[in-house]
């Protein structure tokens, strides 16, 4: 449980217990943010099999780097949830945990007698995170809902490309990501509430739907009071200009973000259109959008006159936000993200390193860290059901005997 002192050189959550009984990303991203800045992780998977991201994307040997990445600092424990004795085991866990994630199919931890209600009475301070598609509630609520389908009806996708054409999903799993951020809010607000006496443990219930319904801004006012739908845009963003990605005389991309009222005159005088800078139809957004075609070709027409460098140096030069778009390679020779500490090196065991992302964000006294990369499948369950229940020797022979862990 929480303890009652965090020397400086710890996490802020350091004594602080999770249970994990997640899979793939929305769940088990969380607990590595809250891993990483101290608190105890145990990650509970099925015997012989694993999490399935140890087997995902590019693999090194017989594990998948994401794995090292997304496991580190997590103790693993192999249990069995579909058997009675590995439900037990799962159920004596959670009475000396803080919190608990999941992110299965709802109901599904309820059939297996692990639910909120089934817990509650052994550990009512306990925090039970539910991560699902969408939502514990309502006509959709038993949907099967991976992140590629939420991104879809939360709204997002439709805004996501350029008019007329297929919408585009990022290359990443962002509605995971994003339900993984708010499931963390969520944790930390009812953490708060429970120590400072407003309330006991209680449940919380992420929508991957709903967490990225949540970035949409001003669309759903827009549409309510006015009728407006907003499309996609490509590169642009609809009604702020002007801002967008443009190609250099070198064949590389730089964003350029000049929609401040003074930002943009500094933008036009640089680029040798002085009046556009001067003219009073563009003095302000509004008027911009207007003019945003023959605001943005004139952009355009000047970055492909000059090469990426040239153009970054003269816009930072008068104090106009630019910067180049950026791949894995870009990243690692980048000397801002070295110092920022974003490519960390750790070992695997005596012979094997691997390079995984730092996190973010940075507090000066009491900072995060990785202690260890993704551990072995099952590496921690002896030590855990030993030290936390006491289980003897003979009785773990027993269990892995019969399937259990």
Request: glycine residues 10%; charged residues 20%; aromatic residues 6%.
């Amino acid at each position: 449980m929480i303890s009652d002192s965090t020397p400086s050189k710890h996490g802020p959550l350091k004594g602080l217990r999770i249970l994990e009984l997640g899979q793939l990303i929305a769940g088990p991203f969380a607990t590595t943010m809250l891993g990483y800045y101290g608190a105890e992780v145990i990650k509970i998977e099925p015997p012989g099999i694993g999490d399935p991201i140890r087997r995902w994307r590019t693999m090194k040997g017989d594990t998948s780097l994401w794995w090292y990445s997304i496991g580190r600092n997590k103790k693993s424990v192999t249990v069995d949830l579909r058997h009675p004795d590995g439900q037990a085991i799962v159920r004596d866990l959670a009475a000396q945990c803080d919190v608990l994630v999941e992110n299965f199919r709802p109901g599904v931890m309820e059939g297996w007698k692990l639910g909120p209600d089934d817990l509650k009475a052994a550990n009512p301070e306990l925090v039970y995170t539910r991560i699902s598609g969408y939502g514990q509630t309502g006509p959709y609520a038993n949907k099967p809902g991976f992140a590629s389908v939420c991104e879809g009806i939360s709204g997002f996708r439709h805004l996501n490309g350029f008019p007329g054409e297929v919408p585009v999903r990022p290359n990443l799993s962002l509605g995971d990501s994003i339900a993984s951020l708010h499931a963390i809010i969520g944790i930390l607000m009812a953490l708060s509430a429970r120590e400072r006496g407003l309330h006991q443990g209680q449940v919380i219930d992420v929508a991957l739907y709903e967490t990225m319904f949540n970035m949409l801004e001003s669309v759903v006012p827009e549409y309510a009071e006015q009728g407006i739908i907003r499309e996609a845009s490509g590169t642009t963003l609809t009604g702020i200009v002007p801002t967008n990605t443009y190609r250099c005389k070198d064949g590389k991309f730089v964003i350029i973000g000049g929609n401040g009222d003074s930002i943009f005159k500094r933008l036009m005088t640089e680029i040798g259109r002085q009046d556009f800078s001067t003219d009073i139809t563009m003095t302000d957004n509004a008027g911009r959008v207007t003019h945003q075609k023959v605001i943005d070709d004139a952009i355009a027409n000047w970055c492909r006159q000059h090469p990426i460098k040239v153009v970054i140096e003269r816009l930072e030069a008068v104090r106009v936000p630019a910067g180049p778009v950026y791949n894995a390679e870009d990243m690692a020779n980048d000397p801002h993200f070295q110092a920022r500490d974003l490519f960390e090196k750790v070992n695997i065991d005596a012979t094997n390193a691997v390079t995984i992302p730092g996190m973010s964000p940075k507090l000066s006294g009491t900072p995060g860290a990785t202690h260890w990369p993704g551990p072995k499948l099952g590496q921690h369950t002896d030590e855990v059901l030993t030290e936390l229940l006491g289980i003897s020797a003979k009785k773990l022979q027993a269990l892995k005997s019969n399937a259990v862990i």
